[in-house]
C-alpha cells in the first residue's frame, strides 16, 4: 500500500510539473512571430511546405531565392534529384545551373554567388548554446530557432545541417551556386556544413518532400532518369507578396527562454519511467529544432 501511495504522489507531482511546463510554453512571449517577407510557401502535389529564410546568415542568397521566386521561376520546374535519406534538389535540371555547366537562361539572368558559407557572428543575434559538446563544431546552438554552428574564437558561425535546411546546390567551385537549391529530407549530412550555402529552413510540411519520387543514388548521382516522374514544383510565393487574408502565419518557439530550456531538458530523457539504462543526458543538435506552430 506505501509503495502504490508513493507512486500516486510522483505521478502527481510530475503531471503537476508537466502542466506548469504546457502553460510556460503557451505564453506568447515564448514565441517569434516569422516574418512574412521571410516565409516562402512551396506548393507541390502532396501539399505545400513553408519555409523560413534567414538573411541574416546568408543576405545574398535570401536575395538571389526571393528574386527568383518572384521572377516565378521555379513555377512548372521540378524536383528531379531526390535521394533518399539525404536531399532532394529542385531548379532547372541537373547539367543546367550549378550543376556542370550553365545554362543561357541562367547565364544571362543569373550569375554565380560568392560563397556564404558561414557569417560574422554578431552578439544581438543571441546565439543559444545547446549545453553539450557536438563532432563538428566548436559550439552548437541556436539563433533565432536555427540551429546554428559557431567558432568563437574565429567570430563566425553557420546554419547546420539538419532535416529541413534549405541550401543552394553548386559546382565544384565555391562560387558556382546560382539557381539550384536542395532540402535535407533524411540524416542530417554534416559534412556539407560551411561547405555550401545554407540559408533557410522548413518549419512545416517537410512530409510532404518525404513523399517526393527517388531516384537511384547509384544512377547519375540520385537525378530521376525519367523526367515524367519528376514530382513539379506547382507554385512558390513569398507571403508577404498574398494578400493579408491569404498568409499563413507561423510563430517559432524563442530559443532564448525558459520554455525552451524546459523542452530541450526533456528532450533529452522524454520518458524516464521507460528507459532499462537511462540514456545520457546530452541532445545531438538536429533533434533540438524549435517547435513551431501555425497560427491561422
Keep these: 500500500m506505501k509503495s502504490n501511495r508513493l507512486a500516486l504522489v510522483a505521478l502527481l507531482v510530475f503531471m503537476a510539473g508537466a502542466a506548469k511546463a504546457a502553460d510556460t510554453a503557451a505564453r506568447p512571449e515564448n514565441w517569434r512571430a516569422v516574418d512574412p517577407q521571410n516565409l516562402v510557401l512551396m506548393d507541390v502535389k502532396y501539399g505545400r511546405i513553408a519555409l523560413e529564410l534567414a538573411p541574416e546568415f546568408a543576405p545574398r542568397a535570401v536575395a538571389r531565392f526571393k528574386a527568383l521566386i518572384r521572377a516565378h521561376f521555379y513555377d512548372g520546374k521540378s524536383f528531379y ?3 533518399d535519406g539525404f536531399v532532394a534538389q529542385g531548379g532547372i535540371g541537373e547539367g543546367t545551373a550549378a550543376t556542370g555547366s550553365y545554362s543561357p537562361e541562367v547565364e ?3 550569375p554565380p554567388l560568392p560563397a556564404e558559407f558561414d557569417a560574422p557572428y554578431a552578439k544581438g543575434l543571441g546565439f543559444t548554446p545547446l549545453g ?3 563532432l563538428y563544431a566548436p559550439e552548437v546552438g541556436h539563433v533565432n530557432g536555427f540551429p546554428v554552428g559557431r567558432d568563437p574564437k574565429a567570430g563566425r558561425m553557420w546554419i547546420i545541417h539538419c532535416p529541413g535546411t534549405l541550401a543552394f546546390a553548386r559546382d565544384n567551385g565555391a562560387d558556382t551556386a546560382t539557381t539550384e537549391f536542395y532540402v535535407v529530407i533524411g540524416e542530417a549530412p554534416r559534412r556539407l556544413d560551411r561547405n555550401l550555402t545554407a540559408f533557410g529552413r522548413v518549419i512545416d510540411g517537410l512530409q510532404y518532400l518525404q ?3 527517388r531516384g537511384d543514388p547509384d544512377i547519375a548521382n540520385g537525378v530521376i532518369q525519367d523526367k515524367a516522374k519528376a514530382d513539379k514544383i506547382l507554385k512558390v510565393a513569398i507571403a508577404a507578396d498574398l494578400p493579408e487574408n491569404e498568409r499563413p502565419r507561423y510563430a517559432v518557439m524563442r530559443t532564448d527562454g525558459p520554455a ?4 530541450k531538458q526533456k528532450r533529452k530523457n522524454p520518458a524516464p519511467g521507460f528507459y532499462v539504462r537511462t540514456p545520457p543526458p546530452v541532445l545531438d543538435i538536429c533533434l ?3 517547435p513551431v506552430r501555425r497560427m491561422n
Design 81 to 83: 534529384r531526390v535521394i
Design 108 to 110: 544571362k539572368h543569373w
Design 132 to 134: 553539450n559538446k557536438d
Design 211 to 213: 513523399k517526393l519520387t
Design 260 to 263: 525552451f530550456a524546459a523542452w
Design 288 to 290: 533540438a529544432l524549435p
